[in-house]
């Protein structure tokens, strides 16, 4: 009996998760079972952001079935309009259907951080003529040579096979991280990647065969990187080398850090509390607060005092580690104490007061710095 609650919540949970994701067992060819196309714009609705930011969407065209009818002017931007650029690019608007003609468009950024974001374009080729090509991302530089030009491209007809994106109808859509761009030195940048670094702008072009309808852009937009995350050691003694940082130490269990948005200003100087990741098994003896689960199974320790906002990226903080503890430390991430708001490790307690800078992968508002 004792097995009987869990597997029973279980089977429930199952259940839900399922019913959640629209599937059935109904027959495949019941009416019910199968999902007419979505359209773009109900894509670009239901695409959701989460605390602290605010979502912003910026439309290009409208989404009309192709309708020449109605004005659905341009905004390709300033640094696309040279006559040289022009000439190759070309710059014929939306809905229209005819043969040898490319379209370039831009949707500008919004001001602020994006952390994510969707884009869906609808996208009809001539009969016949199934073979055109696009291209997505800072298309200034669309005619350089050499690796690591900020930009995707693919045919057309293979576009939803590349990794990330999708197809509804006439409707591609993709993930802003989920663009990747041609690698280059240091890894596959994605489309958020660059935007994230100041890139102002997403140019999109096709040609020469195909009727663009509209296209779009959810942007998940927050403030600009003015604090990071930050634990706090918990200075209740223990035996050998062992320390205890996180995020309800000695607080009337209360949350003295913020994951999401960060706690810190980036510009205080704090030491950084690094790990040299290794897999040393759980301490059975350990006593004192924490759990099997916060073990990081490594060495913790803390670089001396800097503000955070020296770091551009998150290899500059890695670096720092690396600099002043040697080779194979980087910063402490959350991720490392896997699902709590708490990292045990070997190390020492006083070395990471008052609170030290951490890592939070997911969450660009609760760092100073970028991901590249």
Not at 100 to 121: E, M, T, Y
Not at 199 to 212: A, C, N, P, R
Not at 351 to 365: G, I, K, L, N, S
Request: charged residues 25%.
């Amino acid at each position: 009996m004792r097995l009987a609650t869990p597997f029973l919540i279980g089977a429930i949970a199952v259940c839900a998760v399922l019913g959640a994701y629209g599937w059935t067992t109904a027959a495949p060819d019941r009416a019910s079972a199968v999902r007419p196309p979505r359209s773009g714009m109900a894509l670009l609705k239901a695409f959701r952001c989460f605390k602290p930011t605010r979502k912003v969407v910026v439309v290009r065209g409208v989404e009309d079935n192709f309708s020449p009818k109605g004005e659905e002017p341009l905004s390709v931007r300033p640094a696309l309009r040279s006559a040289t650029l022009m000439s190759m690019l070309a710059k014929s608007g939306y809905d229209v259907v005819e043969e040898d003609h490319a379209f370039s468009d831009s949707i500008q950024v919004p001001a602020g951080l994006v952390s994510r974001g969707l884009f869906v374009i609808g996208l009809k080729p001539l009969r016949g003529k199934e073979n055109d090509g696009f291209a997505i991302g800072d298309l200034s530089r669309r005619f350089e040579s050499g690796p690591g030009r900020p930009f995707m491209q693919a045919p057309i007809p293979e576009l939803d096979r590349q990794p990330g994106w999708n197809v509804s109808g006439v409707v591609r859509f993709a993930r802003l991280d989920e663009i990747r761009f041609e690698p280059r030195a240091g890894g596959t940048v994605t489309l958020l990647d660059h935007l994230q670094d100041g890139g102002g702008w997403i140019d999109v072009q096709t040609t020469d065969d195909t009727s663009v309808d509209f296209m779009g852009a959810a942007f998940c937009v927050g403030p600009p990187r003015i604090k990071g995350a930050t634990f706090i050691p918990d200075p209740r003694p223990r035996k050998g080398d062992m320390v205890l940082l996180g995020c309800t130490i000695q607080r009337n269990d209360r949350y003295v850090c913020e994951p999401f948005e960060g706690d810190t200003a980036c510009e205080v100087s704090l030491p950084v509390a690094c790990i040299r990741p290794d897999q040393e098994p759980w301490p059975r003896a350990f006593a004192g607060g924490g759990a099997p689960s916060d073990w990081t199974g490594g060495r913790l320790a803390a670089a001396p005092a800097t503000p955070a906002s020296r770091f551009r990226t998150i290899a500059d903080a890695d670096r720092y580690c690396a600099a002043n503890l040697g080779k194979d430390w980087r910063v402490l991430g959350v991720q490392d104490a896997m699902f709590s708001m708490t990292a045990i490790g070997r190390g020492r307690a006083a070395d990471f007061e008052p609170r030290a800078w951490v890592d939070v992968a997911d969450q660009p508002h609760a760092t100073c710095w970028a991901r590249k």
